[in-house]
């Protein structure tokens, strides 16, 4: 572990396990907030918003997330080899703006073929100014990550607030919503979102006990969902022990009930039950709904790789759906056996284009996959790419196009994590292809994976596509030369 970084504290990760927040501060110098907002009021004055390109063309935002405080937070959340995700947005929030209310709740979009609990995803909200409620910061819903179901209006809500430079890094799935500016003050917020690229195997924070304990006060009824999550960061495969003192009908029952954090806290001791606790997930894997399903699917990742057989099996059910469901599962669990990535390379040929895209994503979650596993990634991402350019070049685009582009972005994103385990002048061929796709997120994906590769095959490529794609923060519509 870098020793420059300001690492986590396990009352930190409590509290980001628990809440789905974290609130960071920078001591950097306020004249470099100034000239970052002063410089994002020009852009979107003169140029309109420039989205994915605001990094760009904005460089010193760069300096904000090169910090020890959030280089820490960031490592101790999604490990030492993160990934700072292509999708980047400012957010203008005007005075007096026209929703009442400010925004709707919600969930972002996300890049993954299924949400997760566990951190594999993070964003950070860093305001150029110093944030008051009056402003109308971005509010956040604490807890709320693990619902997938809208919690409700009588839940309470958090306005982070902070001096200029003030950071919130909240898990991918907490709820959010613009909140109503009441200041005679233009408001700026800049979402960026991080991937993590590995398993954790280890804490990467300044771990100091073993335990998972409570804040004083908080409830203990998603006990179950927090120490499962506590493990798995802490690079424990699976719970220690079974708990052999609960009723597995009644758990299971309830984890087919239409109350979300009832199901889903029963599912997550079902997990923790042993072999029937087990079986009882797969069960209704297999036959719930596939709102239970998919919490079953959450669950079952506690069990670690006594769960794998069972998994395996669902690779066969009926409903694509399922089949998915399992892939995904198989994935977070990260277990190298040699049948689940036999059965996952071959869930890249089913006929349902769900069930390949969550395959192509679990084969880049597996823990140093086989040489085969990373072959079938690379064809696949050929063939995406490959059938993306005919039908371009034939004007034969359809909403068949879009499920593709996300097979191949899901291909490209898991050879970002894996493809070193392959052969690697193989993965790079399949990667420069994967520089002309017409998806910008497949051509960011291949561009760090190869950057992630570093062979001088891998840094020949990078510069043939460096010289026309290279952004220069000067040129705008008024300055063009």
Same mark, same amino acid.
């Given at each position: 572990m870098q020793q420059h970084?300001?690492?986590?504290?396990?009352?930190?990760?409590?509290?980001?396990?628990?809440?789905?927040?974290?609130?960071?501060?920078?001591?950097?110098?306020?004249?470099?907030?100034?000239?970052?907002?002063?410089?994002?009021?020009?852009?979107?004055?003169?140029?309109?918003?420039?989205?994915?390109?605001?990094?760009?063309?904005?460089?010193?935002?760069?300096?904000?997330?090169d910090t020890p405080v959030v280089k820490g937070a960031l490592t101790g959340i999604l490990g030492p080899d993160y990934?700072?995700?292509?999708?980047?947005?400012?957010?203008?929030?005007?005075?007096?703006?026209?929703?009442?209310?400010?925004?709707?709740?919600?969930?972002?979009?996300?890049?993954?073929?299924?949400?997760?609990?566990?951190?594999?995803w993070a964003m950070i909200f860093y305001y150029t100014q110093a944030i008051t409620e009056e402003l109308g910061p971005t509010a956040i819903m604490p807890g709320s990550q693990y619902n997938e179901a809208y919690p409700g209006d009588d839940k309470p809500f958090l306005l982070p607030t902070g001096p200029a430079g003030t950071m919130v890094l909240v898990h991918f799935d907490l709820w959010h919503k613009a909140s109503l500016n009441t200041s005679n003050m233009?408001?700026?917020?800049?979402?960026?979102?991080?991937?993590?690229?590995?398993?954790?195997?280890?804490?990467?924070?300044?771990?100091?006990?073993?335990?998972?304990?409570?804040?004083?006060?908080?409830?203990?009824?998603r006990l179950p969902v927090w120490q499962s999550i506590w493990d798995w960061m802490r690079g424990q495969a699976e719970p220690e022990g079974t708990d052999q003192s609960i009723d597995i009908e009644r758990l299971a029952s309830l984890a087919q009930s239409q109350n979300e954090d009832a199901a889903l806290d029963s599912a997550y001791a079902l997990a923790r039950a042993g072999a029937e606790g087990i079986s009882k997930l797969h069960a209704i894997i297999s036959t719930g709904t596939y709102e239970a399903a998919k919490r079953a699917t959450y669950a079952i990742l506690t069990a670690g790789e006594q769960a794998i057989n069972g998994l395996i099996d669902l690779l066969e059910h009926e409903?694509?759906?399922?089949?998915?469901?399992?892939?995904?599962?198989?994935?977070?669990?990260?277990?190298?056996?040699?049948?689940?990535?036999?059965?996952l390379i071959q869930s890249l040929s089913d006929e349902n284009e769900s069930v390949r895209r969550h395959a192509a994503e679990a084969l880049g979650m597996i823990a140093e996959p086989s040489e085969q596993a990373v072959a079938a990634l690379t064809r696949t991402l050929e063939e995406a790419v490959a059938k993306e350019r005919e039908e371009r070049a034939s004007h034969a685009e359809t909403d068949q196009s879009y499920i593709r582009n996300k097979i191949g972005?899901?291909?490209?994103?898991?050879?970002?994590? /894996?493809?070193? $385990?392959?052969?690697?002048?193989?993965?790079? #061929?399949?990667?420069?292809? +994967?520089? *002309?796709?017409?998806? =910008? &997120? /497949?051509?960011? $994906?291949?561009?760090?994976?190869?950057?992630? #590769?570093?062979?001088?095959? +891998?840094? *020949?490529?990078?510069? =043939? &596509?460096?010289?026309?794609?290279?952004?220069?923060?000067?040129?705008?519509?008024?300055?063009?030369?």
């Open positions: 970084l300001k690492l986590l504290t396990d009352e930190q990760i409590i509290q980001f396990i628990t809440q789905g927040y974290l609130v960071l501060n920078n001591e950097l110098p306020n004249e470099l907030h100034l000239k970052v907002m002063s410089q994002i009021h020009e852009v979107l004055q003169e140029e309109g918003n420039p989205g994915n390109n605001i990094l760009p063309r904005v460089p010193d935002i760069q300096k904000f997330f990934y700072l995700h292509p999708h980047r947005h400012c957010h203008y929030n005007q005075p007096a703006n026209q929703n009442p209310g400010g925004g709707n709740w919600h969930k972002d979009g996300y890049w993954s073929a299924m949400r997760s609990h566990r951190p594999w233009d408001r700026y917020m800049l979402k960026f979102q991080f991937a993590r690229l590995s398993a954790p195997t280890a804490p990467s924070w300044d771990h100091q006990k073993e335990g998972f304990q409570l804040p004083d006060g908080m409830s203990a009824a409903d694509g759906e399922k089949r998915s469901l399992a892939c995904s599962a198989i994935g977070m669990i990260g277990a190298p056996t040699d049948e689940a990535l036999r059965e972005y899901a291909a490209a994103l898991s050879l970002l994590r /894996v493809g070193r $385990y392959g052969n690697v002048s193989e993965v790079i #061929l399949a990667l420069n292809k +994967a520089l *002309d796709s017409s998806d =910008r &997120y /497949v051509r960011a $994906y291949a561009f760090e994976a190869l950057t992630f #590769l570093r062979t001088e095959e +891998a840094v *020949d490529v990078l510069l =043939r &596509y460096y010289r026309s794609a290279r952004w220069c923060p000067d040129t705008n519509k008024a300055s063009t030369f």
